[in-house]
């Protein structure tokens, strides 16, 4: 296992729209691996394939981390099959949006079907911060980043952020 570099915004490989796996093997059981260690290590709670630079549809979760038990969640091809009219409102964050946060809308309520780690299909009715997560990672898989939701002067404020905090470019 090993950490990756995680890709920040502005970029356009954020944009690409992540490609089905045909089939969940050694090569994408190592890659779920890479995943897991690189979101772990930048403290976040999900990631998705994309946001190291493979656009392949797959997403790596642990909503649990924070509370310090480890309870990963590996999906594949995930596909939402059922959304609530309901709406919840979190604060989100992304590992490829460092230190920006935003309140956004999304669906309460959602179920998922996906292939897990060993390639099973599986069904996750999602809720709560759940269910928020797994929708903000499976836009990942569409190149969409949650500042998208937001108005253009409030994006093009973070994006500002984003390229000022950016550590200097040393060419030799
Ligand atoms: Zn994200």
Known sequence: MSVKIII??????LRQISKPVNNVGKDEQSLMDDMLETMYAADGIGLAAIQIGIPKRIIVMDIS???????????????IKNKDND??????????????????????????EYLNYKGEKKL??????LATCIQHEMDHLEGILFIDYLSKLKKSMIIKKLLKNRPDRIVV
Not at 8 to 13: D, G, L, Y
Not at 72 to 79: A, G, I, L, S
């Open 65 to 79: 981390w924070t509370k310090g038990e480890k309870k990963p969640m590996y999906f594949v091809n995930p596909v």
């Open 8 to 13: 920040t915004e502005p970029n356009k490989i």
């Open 124 to 129: 996750l009715k999602a809720e709560g911060l």
């Open 87 to 112: 709406k919840s409102i979190y604060e989100e964050g992304c590992l490829s949006v460092p230190n920006q946060f935003a309140e956004i809308e999304r669906p309460k309520n959602c179920e998922v």
